[in-house]
């Protein structure tokens, strides 16, 4: 509808309220104001042609109602001021919007890993941002030995820088060799990337690990990455995978410890960023037992279906608002036929 068409139309619907009077016809008057805001018609302009055809419609109209819409004309001048204003925002947040949409999906395109499929071991992987922009990431790689490598990184921070630490990170763990040398040598090469590339205001956490099916051997080593879980079928106990090590970009000479754990059919390792563990409810963060407890309620189910499960109890639980990045990753090493 363009102006010239609003202005006869709103002219019909006043002259036909002023014959008769009706609820259904005021709803009419919501319809036009959604119109005038879509068409650019301010405020004041509303009343001015307002007066006008209320003019022509009555002519015997008294010197005090017509006076009234004049002081009602420039009470809304300085309003339209402002809702011209509010038009130039919301235009400039629609363009913000489909460009972060544009920058989301091409992110999501460039972070994307491929989930292993190796026999013996079952692995499940869970990704959800907070925001447009994830300032998580995870990344799996299958070499030719069979061994399987996974890294689970978090920036410290949220949206667009984030978003672009995290995609440096995922192009320097592109530039590695397939066949990738220990985790700690992993850790310490990134580090020097990190420190060089990063804001000194931001840091990233890292857990990098290397499953051997050979030996059924789990390497593993930390930049301050929150720790994960280790679940020991035969005793049914789950315990802290604690690993030290100093957040990346800290400083440049860093050395990292490595840690060795051997895998018993049935066990499982669970990875986590902190949206899991600083999910937060009404009552305060939740507590690390009560993670467990959920991992346990869906620990049978393969791993896909485990991590997409317990997302879904913890958003729940979160009144469906995630506060931070939610990144979870199960592996378990699958109990041989007998």
Not at 51 to 72: C, F, I, N, Y
Not at 177 to 200: A, Y
Request: glycine letters at 4%; proline letters at 4%; aromatic letters at 10%.
């Amino acid at each position: 509808m363009t102006k010239r068409e609003w202005e006869r139309a709103y002219r019909d619907l006043l002259a036909s309220y002023f014959a008769h009077p009706s609820e259904a016809t005021l709803y009419e008057a919501e319809v036009f104001s959604r119109n005038a805001i879509e068409e650019g018609i301010s405020p004041e302009e509303v009343i001015s042609f307002h007066k006008v055809v209320t003019k022509e419609l009555v002519p015997h109209m008294t010197e005090e109602t017509a006076s009234s819409l004049d002081v009602l004309l420039e009470v809304m001048v300085a309003y339209g001021i402002v809702f011209g204003e509010y038009q130039a925002l919301r235009e400039r947040q629609l363009a913000l919007k489909s460009e972060m949409e544009i920058a989301a999906n091409v992110q999501q395109t460039l972070l994307e890993t491929a989930v292993p499929d190796s026999e013996g071991i079952d692995i499940g992987a869970i990704s959800v941002p907070a925001r447009h922009m994830n300032g998580d990431y995870h990344h799996f790689v299958h070499d030719d030995d069979d061994c399987i490598s996974v890294a689970i990184a978090d920036v410290i921070g949220k949206g667009i820088p984030a978003a672009l630490c995290m995609s440096m990170i995922k192009y320097a763990m592109d530039s590695l060799p397939e066949n990738r040398p220990e985790p700690k040598f992993v850790l310490e090469n990134l580090n020097r990337v990190v420190e060089q590339n990063v804001d000194p205001s931001m840091f990233v956490t890292m857990f990098y690990a290397m499953y051997n099916p050979d030996g059924h051997t789990f390497t593993f080593a930390s930049a301050g990455h929150e720790p994960g879980f280790y679940y020991r079928a035969k005793e049914e106990r789950f315990e802290d995978l604690n690993a030290r090590g100093l957040m990346l970009g800290v400083e440049r000479k860093t050395k990292y410890r490595q840690y060795v754990k051997s895998i018993e059919e049935g066990d499982m390792i669970i990875l986590l960023s902190d949206g899991v563990t600083e999910c937060r409810t009404e009552e305060g963060f939740i507590e690390r037992d009560k993670i467990i407890s959920i991992i346990e309620k869906y620990k049978d189910q393969p791993a896909q279906q485990l991590v997409e499960s317990v997302y879904k109890e913890l958003e729940k639980l979160q009144d469906f608002e995630l506060r931070d990045d939610f990144t979870l990753i199960v592996l378990r090493r699958q109990v041989s036929e007998s």
